[in-house]
């Protein structure tokens, strides 16, 4: 399984930003994806997660700002963040967690 995770960058804080994770070698339909983010100095936590039906289940500190979806079709999940914060600096990993596969991870930086 592989996964191409995109769409990170630098944003203002109260802006948005999307992003996407490319699945590919895996019957993506059917697999649990997350997003976890790492910030510097601390653990890898987990953001979201999307369930197969799409159910969705979001960290307390992204609820309300952060959205996950998945498009089938295109065996791609997204992530938009918005009203983003300085506290949302990490980078960004995207997981099959059925496969147990990671993406490369892509960085997020908010700041003025």
């Known amino acids: 399984v592989q996964l191409q995770a995109s769409g990170g960058g630098l944003v203002q804080p109260g802006g948005s930003l999307r992003l996407s994770c490319a699945a590919s070698?895996?019957?993506?339909?059917?697999?649990?994806m997350d997003w976890y983010r790492q910030a510097p100095g601390k653990q890898r936590e987990l953001v979201a997660f999307?369930?197969?039906?799409?159910?969705?289940n979001y960290a307390d500190s992204v609820k309300g700002r952060f959205t996950i979806s998945r498009d089938n079709d295109k065996n791609t999940v997204y992530l938009q963040m918005n009203s983003l914060k300085p506290e949302d600096t990490a980078v960004y990993y995207c997981?099959?967690?059925?496969?147990?596969?990671w993406g490369q991870g892509t960085q997020v930086t908010v700041s003025s």
């Open positions: 997981r099959d967690r059925t496969a147990n596969s």
């Open positions: 070698g895996s019957i993506f339909s059917t697999n649990i």
């Open positions: 999307i369930t197969s039906r799409g159910s969705t």
